[in-house]
């Protein structure tokens, strides 16, 4: 299957910064997306990004496809925004990475 | 529906017991997902329908794991003489290709073995 890595796997950041999270992924896909997982479990759908970019408030993606490689990034950062956030792409099925793991403290 | 919604949202079941899980999926979505996500980790794929197609059944971790989609529509997972290592939150997603829609998750089954 498609191995998807995200970068960093934790990261801890003051109400205010900006950050970006990245997503390498070994093989072409047709499909990308980048999801948040609140606290209490539920998988947000952000982006469907295959390619190019996006932006939707505080938060962007952009996708290289031919590069392999997709990164969120995450401005002005809000304690509302602390989660696990996921890269998954898609051949047939999704692969998932294992996430960054953001919290945002006040 | 205008989600994905999976049913129950928790369920306590003692070990050796087989359980449901129901998923139903966005209107007119062809493709449904289960996977599975243990405690602090990552998305487990379990099996992939799509339309009319055969199964892709290639992520379930056992035989005491089966699968259904009746009608093209709603989905259950059945687990069958439940183990404690089962215990996982379930999640459910459709989509419908060719659209910019993605993958839409439902809520989850919490399902804990005891």
């Known amino acids: 299957g498609i191995q998807v890595e995200q970068s960093p796997p934790d990261l801890i950041l003051q109400e205010g910064a900006n950050s970006t999270l990245r997503c390498n992924f070994s093989?072409?896909?047709?499909?990308l997306q980048w999801f948040h997982q609140n606290p209490w479990g539920q998988l947000i759908n952000l982006f469907y990004?295959?390619?190019g970019t996006k932006q939707n408030g505080r938060l962007s993606a952009t996708t290289v496809a031919t590069e392999r490689y997709s990164l969120l990034y995450i401005s002005s950062s809000q304690t509302t925004d602390s989660g696990v956030y996921f890269c998954?792409?898609?051949?047939?099925?999704?692969?998932f990475g294992t996430g960054t793991s953001l919290t945002v403290i006040p | 529906g205008a989600g994905v919604s999976q049913s129950p949202s928790n369920k306590v079941t003692e070990k050796g017991k087989d359980v449901e899980l129901r998923c139903d999926p966005i209107?007119?979505?062809?493709?449904l997902y289960w996977y599975r996500q243990s405690l602090g980790q990552g998305l487990e794929f379990l099996i992939y329908?799509?339309?009319?197609?055969?199964?892709?059944k290639s992520g379930l971790p056992s035989d005491r794991f089966s699968a259904e989609r009746t009608g093209g529509s709603v989905s259950t997972l059945t687990i069958q003489r439940t183990q404690q290592e089962d215990s996982a939150v379930y999640l459910c997603?459709?989509?419908?290709?060719?659209?910019?829609?993605?993958?839409?998750f439902g809520s989850g089954t919490r399902l804990t073995v005891v």
């Open positions: 209107s007119g979505h062809t493709a």
């Open positions: 329908f799509q339309g009319n197609s055969a199964p892709d």
């Open positions: 998954a792409v898609a051949g047939i099925q999704f692969y």
């Open positions: 997603a459709s989509s419908s290709f060719g659209q910019e829609s993605g993958y839409t």
């Open positions: 990004i295959p390619s």
């Open positions: 093989d072409s896909v047709n499909n």
